[in-house]
């Protein structure tokens, strides 16, 4: 139980263009959902908390009109990063637990690179 | 705010001995502690998780420790192979134990 799907697992796109990342709970549901972002050698940091049926909520620094969520379904969040650049290339994983477990459960991961 | 800091940064040992990795944290208003595994470009495995009321874990060869009062966790790996090689992270529930702060992790090699 408790399985969390991302997908892609990797997407290249161009320069300006937008890519969105689904984040699925596979076999319980989650009203709240977390976006992570990881760049090179680096750690894993929170960018927003994702709720389902309002709206996020967005850790300092991260804009949320270039990193939109939406978390439409109790099973799914989405990420859209608009008007991709080169910076924003990095590993963007999500994760989720069932109401009452005190874990968390990540997705696969998605890696975006920017060209 | 919660800071979460590992050390060391990388380590290197030969194959068969045993090993400590730390994890230490800020606040010690938890609601868990977890270690995972992540190889190279890839997601994160979850080795083991540790409720704020627990002292102790163990899944075969591993075994993870946390003080809260002090702000440290430790994992212990016994009989390392080449296969453990991997970076080892370890993350601080918050807010509801699904939020987690993350330290920077530690980058294992495990010479044949």
């Known amino acids: 139980g408790a399985v969390v799907s991302q997908h892609p697992s990797r997407v290249i796109c161009k320069s300006g263009t937008s890519v969105k990342i689904e984040c699925r709970s596979l076999d319980f549901q989650a009203t709240t959902m977390f976006w992570y972002r990881q760049f090179p050698k680096q750690s894993l940091m929170l960018m927003a908390t994702?709720?389902?049926?309002?709206?996020?909520?967005?850790e300092q620094g991260v804009e949320k009109d270039k990193f939109l969520i939406n978390h439409a379904s109790l099973t799914l969040s989405t990420l859209t990063v608009t008007s991709a650049h080169p910076e924003d290339s990095s590993f963007y994983i999500c994760?989720?637990?069932?109401?009452?477990?005190?874990?968390?459960?990540f997705g696969q991961g998605t890696r975006l690179t920017v060209v | 705010k919660q800071e979460v800091t590992q050390i060391p940064a990388a380590l290197s040992v030969p194959e068969g001995e045993n090993l400590v990795l730390n994890c230490s944290f800020t606040d010690s208003a938890i609601y868990n502690l977890q270690w995972f595994r992540q190889d190279p470009g890839k997601g994160l495995t979850s080795l083991l998780l540790i409720q704020s009321s627990q002292r102790e874990q163990t899944s075969g060869r591993l075994n993870a420790s946390l003080d809260k009062s002090s702000g440290r966790s430790t994992l212990y790996i016994a009989a390392s192979q080449p296969g453990d090689s991997a970076t080892y992270l370890c993350?601080?529930?918050?807010?509801?134990?699904?939020?987690?702060?993350f330290g920077q992790g530690t980058r294992l090699t495990i010479n044949p």
């Open positions: 994702s709720n389902e049926g309002s709206k996020a909520t967005y």
């Open positions: 993350a601080v529930g918050i807010q509801g134990a699904q939020k987690l702060v």
């Open positions: 994760s989720a637990a069932p109401q009452g477990i005190n874990a968390a459960f």
